[in-house]
């Protein structure tokens, strides 16, 4: 065996980020297990948008082919008025210079990480244990120590955090994880009615703009989704309740009868940064490095390339071809995409949504309407919205109305 090949890792997390961390280590030559809380992969799945820079590293890792069967391809998608209807229609096709894979896959996350799965449980110096709640992580400077909830102890040379917004690596190890929450949570109707047919013209994905109601409209392959904003001083109860629910389906259409709703789930948002990704030998990636709120299908895909960029780093340093100067340079650009670029994109996405100044309604419509109407505009803004300049550079931010 070569010296990196008995480097060990160990993974607390297997979702998406988690397991794609794992797989690039172990395609690395390194030893890893994966410890996951759960008795199984999660079934649920809030993200589900797969954008053009995560599609480039799946292909890599060798597991686009079966995501790409299993998912839809959105070539665009659609900014609209609640009260007037559709204002600009993107198309990601101008992005064809710039990426292999211009578009978007509509798939819900927890798809990826039975592909990923099925390539681990094939590899040699692989194992992946369920079950296993990470509740302690530790580093001592030569090694890292996690210790499970049935009260196991694994040491590793590396740690990688990739176990949630909840992530107890982060929280039992000293990280901080500063930030805020929005006022209001978010509600998703997932439904199986045809929103093609009930508002043709609409995109797979649609931001509806409106003072007091926005939208945001998202197709799945299997159904549709419905994101509401909810009224910050109702409590869950009264926003959960299924009749609460179809009237709230009511004002996006009246289909003169109840709409079919398979479920709906509730949840706070938050913008959240942990004060480093990295403390000796351990790491945070993921949700368990920084939480963003989801308009713009940001959060996921930026835990891949937190992967993706911190493992290629740690992989570097192990084999002696990098420094640790140069994993802390990875990571801190990590961090300084969640803080400069997820947190402010997705930020503004939110306020745009629920612009309330006529003024700037109109100017921002307009803005949109140019945009569509310049394919140069167009690719420039896409390049930020598919999150391809966050992988160029970490303060690249010029999209309509934010600054640089
Ligand atoms: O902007 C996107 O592509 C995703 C928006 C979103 C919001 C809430 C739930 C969800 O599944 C997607």
């Not at 259409?253 to 949840?267: I, K, M, N, P, S």
């Not at 309604?361 to 896409?382: P, Q, S």
Request: net charge negative.
């Amino acid at each position: 065996m070569s010296e990196h090949s008995q480097t060990h890792a160990i993974v607390a997390g297997a979702g998406p980020v988690g397991m794609t961390a794992a797989l690039l280590m172990a395609r690395g030559g390194v030893r890893v297990t994966v410890l996951e809380a759960g008795g199984s992969l999660a079934g649920e799945s809030r993200a589900s948008t797969f954008h053009p820079p995560s599609l480039e590293m799946l292909d890599e890792l060798g597991v686009l082919e079966p995501l790409m069967e299993r998912g839809l391809v959105s070539t665009g998608f659609q900014y609209r008025d609640r009260r007037t209807g559709p204002i600009a229609d993107l198309d990601l096709g101008v992005l064809s210079d710039d990426t292999r894979f211009p578009f978007r896959v509509q798939l819900e996350q927890s798809k990826l990480t039975p592909i990923i799965l099925e390539v681990l449980e094939g590899m040699d110096d692989v194992t992946v244990h369920f079950g296993q709640r990470v509740v302690r992580a530790e580093t001592d400077g030569t090694t890292a120590t996690v210790t499970t909830e049935a009260g196991d102890t694994f040491t590793a040379d590396w740690v990688l955090g990739a176990d949630g917004a909840n992530s107890q690596v982060r929280q039992t190890a000293g990280f901080t994880f500063e930030g805020m929450t929005y006022p209001e949570r978010f509600l998703v109707a997932s439904t199986t009615e045809d929103l093609e047919s009930i508002l043709p013209g609409i995109s797979a994905v649609n931001y509806v703009f409106d003072p007091t109601e926005w939208l945001v409209l998202l197709r799945t392959p299997e159904h549709w989704r419905v994101l509401f904003p909810t009224d910050p001083s109702t409590p869950d109860e009264v926003e959960s309740d299924p009749v609460r629910v179809q009237e709230r389906l009511r004002g996006v259409a009246d289909l003169g009868r109840e709409w079919q709703v398979l479920h709906t789930t509730l949840y706070r948002v938050h913008q959240r940064v942990a004060d480093t990704f990295r403390r000796g030998r351990l790491l945070l990636m993921g949700d368990a490095a920084h939480i963003n709120n989801p308009l713009g299908g940001m959060g996921m895909n930026s835990g891949l390339h937190d992967a993706y960029v911190e493992t290629r780093a740690l992989l570097a340093l192990i084999r002696g071809a990098g420094t640790r100067e140069q994993l802390d340079e990875a990571c801190e650009a990590r961090r300084e995409v969640a803080l400069s670029y997820v947190k402010t994109i997705t930020h503004d996405n939110w306020e745009k949504l629920r612009q309330d100044d006529p003024e700037a309604i109109r100017a921002y419509h307009d803005e949109l309407r140019e945009l569509a109407a310049d394919r140069e505009r167009m690719r420039r803004h896409l390049l930020n919205t598919s999150m391809i300049n966050s992988l160029r550079s970490g303060k690249v931010v010029d999209m309509v109305g934010v600054q640089p």
